[in-house]
């Protein structure tokens, strides 16, 4: 297994929950970073991104001030913090890395991704 998605599971809207996606290895230490969702007949959405060293991070419009993406190169593993969260937050959630070093907001630029953690959100 590369990438382990954890973290997930269900909270009550306005709640928060902090998922961890952990690399076998340092082999991602070079590489973006990104979190996606995706629910059931739908395509996986991009949720959030960050390089390689941190500077540079993105989040889709969603999840702005809401959602917050970090990473610690020592522990080789990346986390989304998810707060004030909504019923329509609920999806399964994938971490991956991305083939360059920024984190794109596009699936097809990542390689490697993770088994998915489920996130639900109860109104």
């Known amino acids: 297994v590369q990438l382990q998605a954890s973290g997930g599971g269900l909270v009550q809207a306005g709640g928060s929950l902090r998922l961890s996606c952990v690399a076998s290895?340092?082999?991602?230490?070079?590489?973006?970073m990104g979190w996606f969702r995706q629910t059931p007949g739908k395509e996986r959405e991009f949720v959030a991104s960050?390089?390689?060293?941190?500077?540079?991070?993105n989040y889709a419009d969603s999840v702005k001030g809401r959602f917050t993406i970090s990473r610690d190169k020592v522990k080789n593993t990346a986390y989304l913090q998810l707060n004030s969260l909504k019923p329509e937050d609920t999806a399964v959630y994938y971490c991956?890395?991305?083939?360059?070093?920024?984190?794109?907001?596009?699936?097809?630029?990542?390689?490697?991704w993770g088994q998915g953690t489920q996130v639900t959100v109860s109104s």
């Open positions: 991956a890395a991305d083939r360059g070093a920024v984190g794109s907001s596009h699936s097809s630029s990542y390689n490697y």
């Open positions: 290895r340092r082999m991602f230490n070079n590489n973006g």
């Open positions: 960050i390089s390689w060293n941190g500077a540079a991070i």
